[in-house]
């Protein structure tokens, strides 16, 4: 009997093995698959350095763990240097890059036809277009804008090399790629296919996973891999909040706006002592400055200009020159601005907007920050007498300088006779300007 209960318990422990060894069996090569999933990045209306750094560090992540990277591109185009950055980070990664220019209606113009042609494998939306890569400037909205032709027959020459050297080491049209840079040639979707410019049309990304299961593609170091994308899990990874922050003060016409927001809040809080909101507006103006023109090509020439503008804008209001040098002014900020916004490399803001930006700020120096530097040259008239001998009440500590409030407004006023403290009554002796001397009032 012992023997028998022996036996059967040997026959359960075989069975329980059996049954371990064909779960292990079937749920392991599930756990494998889900290890390699595809990451996707964007890169979303003009390339530059914080899409350069964004795409390079997203490839370097994802070579840890990941089987491809997919960049889904809609682009005019962008600095020269950033696409530089992208296409070094591509030839160097160590998983496939696989650009797909989308959703229909997309665009891989100028660099990013570039960033097309390097990808291991390429595609587009049925209704989508690629080419157009001569390196002329773009206004913030795409528009095309004529630059320096000696300065252009160099850059032209140095990116149909580069597009030549691109197109052989990824095995595409060569002839189309040298074109494509010194014709502005374009083309779309079923076009590109036929000339060996892309691999794929895609409807959308799973129809893309699909047609790229069982490609082999060869990275760098000459290693093969085999792509299984059909079942992929996506890991969907755009930018961050302070990234797309980023990006957009990188943007020409958000630099533009904020050199104005510097200028104008910085001189309005000199004409007007104690406006502060302009003054706060133009200090955060000019830090956010900082970084765009950390990250934007900037002709100092330009920068020298700008200042030398809007010191004959103030002058202009404490001399007697007639306006003259209000219009020395606006020539010296037209020049610095067309300097500055319409450089060889990269974007460029258009002329006309250029001029209106000059045309604006002249006026508002010669007639809004006047109003103000007159205000401080005359009295100020409350009544028939003004202020002096009023009552008023300290807002802040007169230490002697302070805040009062006098005859329904609010005062900068300095004491006479020692310290002042808030909310003890003051009376007014004297008023130069918008400013007030007051004394601890005293009892009739």
């Known amino acids: 009997m012992r023997k028998y209960e022996i036996q059967r318990g040997n026959t359960k422990v075989l069975k329980t093995g059996l049954i371990l060894l064909f779960l292990l069996a079937t749920v392991l090569p599930g756990i494998a698959a889900r290890t390699a999933p595809v990451v996707l990045l964007y890169i979303e209306g003009q390339i530059d350095p914080v899409t350069a750094d964004y795409i390079a560090d997203g490839i370097k992540k994802a070579e840890d763990g990941a089987q491809a990277v997919v960049i889904q591109m809609d682009t005019p185009g962008g600095l020269l240097s950033s696409t530089q950055k992208i296409i070094q ?3 160097a990664s160590k998983v496939p890059i696989i650009v797909y220019v ?3 209606g997309a665009t891989a113009a100028s660099a990013g036809a570039l960033i097309t042609m390097v990808a291991h494998k390429a595609a587009m939306a049925p209704v989508s277009n690629i080419g157009s890569a001569t390196p002329v400037a773009l206004s913030p909205s795409g528009e095309v804008q004529k630059i320096n032709k000696s300065m252009e027959r160099k850059i032209v020459n140095d990116l149909a090399a580069k597009a030549r050297a691109i197109a ?3 095995g595409r049209n060569v002839e189309w790629a040298e074109k494509a840079v010194r014709e502005a040639s374009n083309l779309t979707s079923k076009e590109a296919l036929n000339q060996n410019v892309i691999d794929y049309i895609a409807n959308d990304l799973p129809d893309l996973m699909r047609q790229l299961d069982g490609e082999r593609v060869k990275v760098a170091g000459d290693k093969v891999v085999i792509l299984k994308t059909a079942d992929a899990p996506i890991e969907d990874r755009p930018m961050g909040p302070w990234e797309t922050f980023l990006h957009y003060l990188s943007n020409p016409m958000v630099v533009l706006f904020l050199m104005l927001a510097a200028t104008y809040g910085l001189i309005y809080e000199l004409a007007n002592p104690g406006a502060i909101f302009p003054g706060v507006i133009g200090a955060i103006s000019i830090v956010l400055l900082l970084y765009s023109y950390s990250v934007l090509p900037v002709n100092v020439a330009g920068l020298v200009f700008i200042f030398l503008a809007i010191a ?3 002058l202009d209001l404490f001399t007697p020159t007639h306006g003259v040098l209000t219009v020395g002014g606006a020539i010296s900020l037209f020049l610095g601005l067309v300097m500055i916004f319409r450089s060889a490399e990269g974007f460029m803001v258009p002329i006309w907007l250029l001029l209106f930006v000059t045309l604006l700020t002249a006026g508002f120096f010669a007639f809004v920050i006047s109003l103000g530097v007159r ?3 005359n009295p100020y008239v409350s009544g028939r007498e003004g202020v002096v001998g009023l009552v008023g009440e300290a807002r802040t500590d007169l230490n002697p300088t302070g ?9 900068t006023a300095t004491s006479v006779e020692g310290n002042i403290l808030q909310g003890e009554l003051v009376d007014v002796t004297e008023m130069s300007g918008l400013k007030l001397k007051v004394r601890k009032h005293k009892q009739v």
């Open 312 to 314: 004959m804008f103030v």
């Open 375 to 377: 205000a401080l040259k």
């Open 403 to 411: 805040k009062v409030f006098v005859d329904g407004s609010l005062w």
């Open 89 to 91: 980070a591509i030839f």
């Open 102 to 104: 989308a959703p229909n």
């Open 168 to 170: 052989k080491e990824r």
